[in-house]
């Protein structure tokens, strides 16, 4: 039987950070929102612990980030063994350059209470079995305690991971490999502690990533490269002789909360949208968990489709706005396939010329300031752009990339800071200048839309130069420019992203 079939605009498979996160964004808008999950309840492990600057920013932009840092421990700089190397991600221009630690459950916590707070139905134990597309609905099966039952909507969306249903409905290959190694992870305290909050220890035999929660406990995430796989749960004595191998002594791990091994890999989805069913985070693509970029990832997806896939919903949009979500976010997930692919195959192997490459290419990256600069800018997603943005209005270089936290003076209001003016999800748009409306052909230009901004107090590097600029509802830029360009141009880039 069919049920609920007009009671929402959107199905969301999948209730981990990247699922919570979208349902959060569409709800906002107004767009009524179902979450359906196969667990019965929220991730209990630590799992995916660091939230990047970027991340970070996005959930402050949400006004999620206060919450989170009450509950995480942020750390702001990363050493690696080789030759004691720093990067410090305090240098970035933004108000978190840190990793933030927080367990994954917590993270879901959060995100879950914004999306019920704003409408959202989280339902658990509820396992997506099959999908399919009839002209503008999408039927979706679903089972709970041997029930089976369908219901049907305008668009489902699969963040049920990388084993995908709504992925392998979509009939999207999930190309890529899996590495000859695996991982093994441990929430454990350490009889030694360890001087670094973040440490990466490398040597012949793998790698050690270990991560301070900053309460007494310690993850651990091991690399080694002879052991071979096993089914068998991890043991405290498995830790304990591996840890000794790769550090060199005896740790004396204790107390483990959490335990697990699993393969690594590296795969992309071959395309993220098929008519009305779309991918996010790891049903997209998964990784090498070095550089802890998976959940970030997952959420900074979600953000992205959020606000697009809104105006799609609500008719301000037509369906080829979608087409810039994966256009956008694909290149990202590449990319960091690529980068920590690299870093991986560097980072454990034996071989002598993999063994001075990655102590040379440590040793530039920390210790030049404009590499180790651009080095944690990438890793945090700081520096993350998106270039098919630029070529589409190519007004400014500034177009496409990230908008920092500006200080701007908002008409009948107080000065506030960009982030702020951002929780509603509109767009915003700082005119400095003085003149006639830049926008009277928009009527949602009264707030609903795009809500207006005047003079800037604080405003670092090349965002000073701009006259105008116009922020997305992720914070990227859509335009930027001189007011005399602006009067003639800044009406289509706008239609652009709400009139397609």
Known sequence: MDQNADAYD?????????????????????VRCRVVERREHRTQESRALGLHGRTMEVLHMRGVADEVLERANPVPRVRVSLGQSLFDMGKLVSDFGQLTIIPQGQTEELLEKRAVNLGVTVERGVTVTDCRQEGRTVHVTLEKEGRVWEESAPWLIGCDGSRSQVRQSMGAEFTGATYPYTIIVAD??????????????????????????????????????????????????????????????????????????????????EFYRKGRMIIAGDAAHVHSPLGGQGLNLGIQDAMNLGWKLAAVVKGRAGEDLLDSYAAERRPVSQGVI?????????????????????????????????????????????????????????????????????????????????????RTGSFVLIDTGSGAPLLPGVPE????????????????????????????????????????RAVAELPAALLRWVRS
């Open 188 to 269: 454990v305290r350490l009889g030694v502690p360890l001087d670094d909050q973040l440490l990466i220890r490398v040597g012949r035999a793998g790698l050690v990533v270990a991560t301070d929660f900053g309460n007494g406990w310690y993850r651990m995430g091991v690399i080694d490269r002879d052991k071979p796989w096993s089914d068998d749960p991890v043991t405290l004595g498995e830790v304990d002789a591996t840890l000794k191998k790769l550090f060199g002594r005896d740790m004396r791990p204790s107390e483990p909360l959490w335990t697990s091994r699993f393969h690594i890999q590296e795969r992309q989805a």
């Open 338 to 422: 690529k980068v920590t692919d690299i870093a991986t195959r560097i980072m454990t192997s034996d071989q002598l010329p993999a063994r001075v490459a990655r102590k040379a290419v440590v040793a530039v990256a920390s210790r030049i300031p404009r590499t180790h600069l651009t080095a944690v800018g990438h890793l945090s997603g700081v520096f993350t752009r998106y270039p098919a943005m630029a070529a589409a209005t190519g007004a400014s270089a500034l177009v496409g990339t990230r908008v920092p936290d500006l200080r701007i003076a908002s008409p009948g209001r107080s000065a506030e800071n960009l982030y702020e003016a951002l």
């Open 445 to 484: 230009s009264d707030g609903s839309l795009v809500r207006l901004a005047g003079r800037i107090s604080y405003a670092p590097g090349p965002w000073r130069t701009p006259e105008v600029i116009l922020v997305r509802p992720d914070g990227y830029c859509a335009w930027a420019g001189t007011r005399a």
């Open 10 to 30: 959107v199905i969301i498979a999948g209730a981990g950070p990247t699922g919570l996160m979208l349902a959060g964004e569409l709800a906002l808008a107004g």
